[in-house]
Nanobody, 121 residues
């Protein structure tokens, strides 16, 4: 049974930082592209960042230079270091396994339940 579990969300002030984690089990983590997506209230889900099985990374323009994605295959864990957060980053953040990196269609693959990030002004 595949399980994808995000953690690390919370409330932070503008300019602050958070580190999200995503642990996946029941799949061969090292063989899969991994990605972070987010969905703000009333908006569509959008891609944030992804990392291929080979370590190639991609960032959406709106997070480039502020967020850093990484993976630890030994721990089957994906990370997203988020710095210089602003209120526009407020959203539910989701981890997904097995999607193309990057992708404009965040469907398919395996998804977690999300972790909420709120950035106060």
């Amino acid at each position: 049974q595949v399980q994808v579990v995000e953690s690390g969300g919370g409330l932070v002030q503008t300019g602050g930082s958070l580190r999200l984690s995503c642990t996946a089990s029941g799949l061969t983590f090292a063989d899969l592209n991994m990605g972070w997506f987010r969905q703000a209230p009333g908006k569509e889900r959008e891609g944030v960042s992804c990392i291929s099985w080979s370590g190639r990374t991609y960032y959406a323009d709106y997070v480039k230079g502020r967020f850093t994605i990484s993976r630890d295959n030994a721990k089957s864990t994906l990370y997203l270091q988020m710095d210089s957060l602003n209120p526009e980053d407020t959203a539910m953040y989701y981890c997904a396994a097995g999607l193309p990196c990057p992708t404009s269609t965040p469907r398919g693959g395996y998804w977690g339940q999300g972790t909420e990030v709120t950035v106060s002004s």
